[in-house]
Structure formats: C-alpha cells, structure tokens
C-alpha cells in the first residue's frame, strides 16, 4: 500500500507539472519521458544508471540478458539514425535502450509474474523510473521558478556571504588557475551527480535479488526526498548565482544586461544594501539551498557504510562538488551551509521514520529544521549586519553547520545495532 501511494502521489505531481509545463507552451515531465522512447535522450547516462537500480531485483544470469537487450537496442537505433541520415544534436546517441529495457520488464512484470515476484519487480521498474521522472520533473520545476519569480535575491545572499569571505569569488579564481583540466573534471561531477547517486545505491541494494525484499532506508529515498522538498525553498527564496547576477553569464543566459555588475569572479561585491532585483525568465531561481550540495552529502553519508573505495568515492564526490558549485559561480557560500543542513536533518527524519521515532530522533530532526529557517531568516532580514560583522558571524554560521553535523553523527552512533555479547558456555562438572 505504501508504493502504491507513493506511485500515485508521484503520478499526481508529475500530471500537475506536465499542465503547469503546457501553461508556458513548453513539454512537461511526462512529455518529455515519452520522446525519448524514440528520439535521441538527453540523459543517456542517467537512463543505464535507472537500469542498473532497476536490475538489482533481477537474478544474475537476467542482469546480463537486461544489459545486452539494452545495448542491442541502442545500435539499432545508431544503425537506423545513420541510415536515414540523422545527426544527434541535441541529446545522445544512446540511451533508448535502457528505457526500452525498463519498460520491457514493466510489461514482464504485469503479464508474466504473479504474486511477490510481481511486486518485487513493479518495485524494481519503479525505483527506475521514478530517478529519471524526477529529473525531467526537477527540468520543469526550474523553468517554473524563472517563470513564476521574476524578482531575485541574489543581493542578500551575496550580502550575507561577506560573513564566510565570499568563498565562491574565491575558489572561481582557483578553478580558472587551473585551467581546463580542473575545469571538465569538475564539470563531469557536477553533471553525472546522480550516477554517482546510483553507484552508491546499487550497493547498498545488491542482496534485494537474493533476499527478496528492499532495504528499509537507502539512499534513493533521501535523493527523492530532497528533490521533492527543496525546490519549494526556491519559491520562497528565489537566487540565481553569482555567474548570473554578479558576472557574464553562462549557457548564454544572465549576462551584463540583468547582472548587478560584471564583478565575479575578480571583484568581492561592495556591501551595500541589497534588495530585490528583476531578472530574466530563463535563470533557474535554484540556488538557495544548494541541492547539488545536499545530494552530495547524502551521497557521502550513504558511502560510509561501504568498502573502502566506496567511501573514498563518496568523500571525493562531495569535496568535487562543493568546489564546482562555487568554483563555477553556480552558489554562494551561504547556500552550501543551508544544503548540509538541509540534507542532513532529511537523512535523520527518513532514518528516524525507519526505525520508529524516539526522543533522539525528534529533537534531532526539530534542532535540524530549526537552524534551517534561522538561517534563511539571517540571510534575507539580518544581511547587513552579516557583512558588516563578519568576525561574529562568520563563526555563528559554522557553528550552527557544525552542531547539526556532530547531532547527526551522535544519533548514528546510538541508533546504530548494539553487537550482543557472546554468551560464554557453562563450565562442566568434573568427574569424580
């Protein structure tokens, strides 16, 4: 009952984007999906990573069969293309496959399984499906920010980010020293975060085939959650980034013609006081929180509990991002610290929701929510005295960072199992 309400609400919210998409005269979510049956996919990568969540319910031998069906299918779309003479611009060449091989076992599941195989494999197809549906639906939800909030708050958070030295003047200085090597790597773990997400995942899931049933918290929760939970913090506190506001733009949008001044990343803007300022309606509003900070720190939780190449993945991915999202001009500072906190006090209310709510686990998830609002409320009403005051309250946001992050680390540790002591055998009556 509880996959079939998510499955419906899931439903809801994409049918409710696809008509707000059709108002702006643009495809939605369900639109979108649908093309790329046929048309080249612009997420290819992302569709094999959908896969291979969803083969975690198939057997080893129907993993392999899955895969080839997949590969077979994009050459033949690559054959057909090169036939008829079409080029692949806008998209990737591959990725039908995958999506053709989902759907495939959609109808496997319906038609040829019964009882808890059914279910098992409808979970499987699911979990697939709903990764790549949220990232056409997390496409929509941006076009709907920068079309519904033509007024942005860049000003106060670049205000505000004088208290933490702002950090992404900084590190976009850094990242052009290192020209473009640092550059593309860190603009592939920007882009392929949810493959990386999907890594993570499929093992944490790996033993669903054998055990015949899902682990009760893993990390695709979380990633849904946030997703879900934080573009609705853009509506509230609409930002578009330093790039856009404060410099020339990028992907040919923002530019000198809506930024405050061509400054980033070369010149700290001068502390003035801010106010809401119009901008155009293409921008995402998606910076405050940072979602690409939150998954990533999901994505290094989750990766605790791994091998050890796992958790140094997790580490890197999370360092990566973090010098993406300011290197790139794509976040302030203070939008970093509202994405931790905001990742982390998701993961403990998902955590404590599996394993049933205690007295730990709310105050946790109440201190968590708690410092998230603070924060939001200091950066929009109290920037001045951030900017002016940067000794003071500098260290006041990191501590509030830090107090989260050690709550969450020592809730870990009491809700983790307890290893029962071995019980030693009775010692035996000698004989007379």
């Not at 975060?193 to 055990?211: F, M, S, T």
Request: charged share 15%.
């Amino acid at each position: 009952m509880l996959w079939v309400a998510v499955g419906v609400v899931a439903l809801g919210f994409l049918v409710a984007l696809e008509i707000a998409a059709r108002r702006y005269g643009l495809p939605g979510p369900i639109t979108n999906q649908v093309l790329e049956v046929i048309f080249p996919p612009k997420s290819g990568f992302l569709l094999y990573a959908s896969m291979a969540l969803m083969m975690v319910v198939l057997p080893r031998r129907q993993r392999f069969i899955a895969a080839g069906s997949a590969i077979g299918i994009d050459v033949a779309f690559l054959l057909v293309r090169w036939a008829v003479g079409t080029k692949v611009t806008d998209g990737h060449p591959f990725g039908n496959g995958a999506l053709w091989v989902i759907l495939g076992y959609a109808v496997i599941a319906v038609t040829r399984r019964t009882g808890q195989e059914r279910v098992l494999l409808l979970k499987g197809v699911g979990l697939g499906l709903l990764l790549v549906a949220g990232r056409k639906a997390g496409d929509v939800w941006l076009l709907i920010t920068s079309k519904t909030r033509p007024a942005v708050l860049d000003q106060y958070a670049a205000t505000a980010d004088h208290a933490l030295g702002n950090p992404s003047w900084l590190a976009g200085r850094i990242v052009r020293a290192t020209g473009p090597i640092g550059a593309h790597v860190l603009d592939y773990v920007y882009i392929q975060l949810a493959v990386a997400a999907v890594i993570v995942a499929v093992y944490q899931l790996r033993n669903v085939a054998v055990e015949r049933r899902f682990p009760g918290h893993h990390l695709v929760r979380t990633f849904l959650v946030i997703g879900i939970l934080g573009p609705a913090i853009y509506m509230i506190f609409p930002v578009v980034g330093p790039v856009f506001a404060y410099g020339t733009g990028a992907f040919g949008t923002g530019g000198p013609h809506w930024a405050v001044a061509n400054l980033w990343p070369d010149t700290p803007p001068p502390i003035n006081t801010p106010h809401p300022m119009p901008f155009d309606e293409t921008t995402p509003r998606n910076c405050m929180p940072s979602l690409h900070t939150a998954w990533a720190t999901a994505i290094f939780v989750h990766s605790r509990t791994g091998p050890r190449i796992l958790r140094f993945a997790g580490a890197f991915w999370l360092i990566a991002t973090l010098c993406a999202t300011l290197g790139f001009g794509y976040h302030y500072g203070v939008d970093l610290v509202a994405g931790v906190v905001f990742a982390l006090t998701i993961e403990a209310a998902l955590r404590s929701l599996e394993r049933g709510w205690d007295r730990s686990g709310i105050q946790l998830v109440t201190f968590g929510a708690t410092v998230f609002a603070v924060l939001l409320v200091s950066y929009r009403y109290m920037p001045m005295e951030m900017a002016k005051h940067p000794w003071v309250f500098g260290p006041l946001v990191i501590l509030a960072l830090t107090s989260v992050v050690r709550g969450y680390v020592r809730n870990i540790k009491l809700w983790a199992p307890k290893a029962a002591p071995v019980r030693q055998p009775e010692p035996q009556p000698e004989p007379v």
